[in-house]
């Protein structure tokens, strides 16, 4: 009867796994660049059936987490210094900790003119950092080529990868990379003056979040009946 | 189940943001000049339960890891300098840019600020200032008896006196612009001032160097579209919602929990 009363907890605790999931899905339906994460489950035997072929004795376990990559909204924002991605690539980014990757091309001048993110970090061309004229109006085409004034001074660099899911989330809407796994993107189609929204809305999120609190619920019938299942040997074996 | 609440509860923090930055955009749908803003966001950092590549056992690798997301955080507020629509006032002292460009206004500190609000007067000592009484620059001083002002779309201001025929020109208007007017700071009272990410100010006249034209008469509008702010409210909202039913759906899973005896 264990057996049973354990795989409906892993059930239910696996389902409140996936509610931490879904949790930041639906945080960041604003946030640009953002893109939605799903999982998968899988029933793993315990150590100590495997070899026994015990039926009974499997759990549920959240397998796998893996990034969706189709598609945001694009918002026009016409703002000269935004670009949205159109079709796969990332845009790379010059931070501390190394060259990171991003959806999200909101991107603003340094003081010194350099193309940088909301935060700062300065946005790489195929040869380093961009540098703008800071008294020239600044632009980005839907090549990804920079221009201040009637002046190129750059392009931005933007790469896919053959494997995304090897691709770690690191946050700020960032992806670090396996070594060496960028590729360039050669024929790099932008939308200028535009940012690509969550690819997460409310509805797909409810819909998860009613599929979760459904789940979580039946396996706790499930308990219940083991329980009752348990109470009725107990009693009438004492009689 | 702690951690899924509390990622719901940024969510629904951002989404407040969102909700402060749209209800200003719609209290100044009828600011001359006023250019609305907008919100970004960015997902905050990840928990590592399992890293993709991370070695499998029998030199296999593992194809994708498994992160948990901790929800998200407000990154910025842009401005949008795009422009609102031209309304003729038909007063000779009101002026619109069409196209890139500030006024240059001092400030009473004696800095200069900036601005798209074109709705000027003359004081007492016959300088021409904004509403606030603020100086414009270059200062403008219109001799008393000044009949008609005229200003051409380079700025070039010529006036008419009293009992002349001819125009005499008495200054002209320069404009200012910035790289990236995105990062100007908003100080209220329809003022901008420079920022180390805005860039300095490049002075020039209207109509040159990518500056825009003055028209005379005419004031801007505020580029505040209510229905696309509609929109947004809605989203904001449904958004708002949703994030407090994940906080519901984790309180109904732990209550159900312990119920467990």
Redesign the interface.
């Known amino acids: 009867m264990s057996d049973a009363l354990y795989a409906a907890v892993s059930g239910?605790v696996a389902?409140?796994?996936a509610?931490?999931?879904?949790?930041?899905n639906?945080?960041?339906?604003?946030?640009?660049g953002?893109k939605g994460?799903r999982l998968s489950f899988k029933e793993v035997m315990s150590e100590a059936a495997r070899g026994h072929e015990q039926a009974g004795d499997k759990q549920v376990v959240?397998d796998?987490?893996?990034t969706d990559f189709t598609p945001g909204t694009l918002h026009t924002?016409?703002?000269p210094?935004d670009v949205a991605l159109i079709g796969p690539g990332f845009f790379a980014i010059e931070t501390p900790q190394g060259e990171r990757y991003t959806r999200?091309g909101?991107f603003?001048?340094?003081?010194d003119?350099t193309l940088v993110t909301?935060?700062g970090q300065p946005v790489v061309g195929p040869s380093g950092a961009i540098r703008?004229?800071?008294?020239?109006?600044?632009a980005i085409d839907d090549q990804g080529r920079i221009w201040?004034?009637d002046l190129q001074v750059g392009q931005l660099k933007v790469v896919d990868f053959s494997?995304r899911?090897?691709?770690?989330?690191?946050?700020?809407?960032f992806w670090k990379a396996?070594d060496n796994t960028a590729q360039v993107v050669q024929n790099v189609q932008l939308q200028s003056k535009a940012l690509e929204q969550s690819n997460v809305n409310?509805v797909t999120?409810?819909t998860q979040?009613i599929w979760?609190?459904r789940a979580?619920?039946m396996f706790?019938r499930a308990?219940d009946a083991v329980r009752a299942v348990d109470q009725k040997t107990t009693n009438e074996l004492t009689v | 189940m702690q951690r899924a609440m509390e990622t719901a509860a940024t969510g629904m923090f951002a989404q407040e943001l969102k909700l402060d930055v749209l209800a200003n955009n719609l209290a100044n749908v009828n600011t001359t000049g006023f250019k609305r803003s907008r919100s970004e966001f960015q997902d905050l950092l990840y928990e590592t339960l399992r890293s993709p590549g991370a070695p499998a056992g029998d030199g296999n690798q593992i194809p994708t890891g498994l992160q948990v997301g901790h929800g998200t955080k407000a990154a910025a507020t842009l401005r949008e300098f795009t422009s609102g629509s031209l309304k003729q006032t038909g007063n000779s002292l009101d002026f619109a840019i069409e196209g890139d460009g500030f006024f240059q206004i001092i400030k009473p500190s004696g800095e200069i600020s900036y601005s798209r609000d074109g709705s000027m007067k003359i004081d007492s000592q016959g300088r021409l200032v904004n509403l606030d009484g603020y100086l414009v620059q270059p200062t403008l001083i219109f001799p008393a008896g000044t009949r008609e002002v005229r200003v051409a779309t380079d700025g070039t201001v010529t006036i008419v006196q009293d009992g002349q025929t001819q125009a005499v020109e008495v200054g002209k208007i320069e404009l200012a612009k910035f790289a990236n007017s995105a990062g100007l700071e908003a100080v209220g009272h329809n003022l901008y001032m420079p920022t180390a990410a805005s860039g300095d100010a490049l002075i020039g006249a209207p109509g040159t160097e990518g500056l825009g034209v003055v028209s005379q008469g005419f004031l801007e509008m505020s580029n505040v579209r209510v229905v696309e702010e509609m929109i947004d409210l809605i989203a904001t909202q449904r958004a708002y919602e949703t994030n407090s039913k994940v906080i519901q759906a984790a309180d109904e899973m732990l209550r159900s929990t312990a119920n467990i005896r």
């Open positions: 239910a389902q409140e796994k509610l931490e999931i879904v949790a930041n639906i945080a960041n339906v604003s946030t640009t953002f994460a959240v796998k987490v893996y924002t016409n703002n210094l999200a909101s603003t001048l340094a003081q003119g909301t935060e703008l004229d800071p008294l020239k109006t600044a201040s004034g494997d899911d090897a691709l770690v989330r690191e946050g700020l809407g396996q409310a999120g409810m979040l979760i609190s979580h619920e706790h308990m």
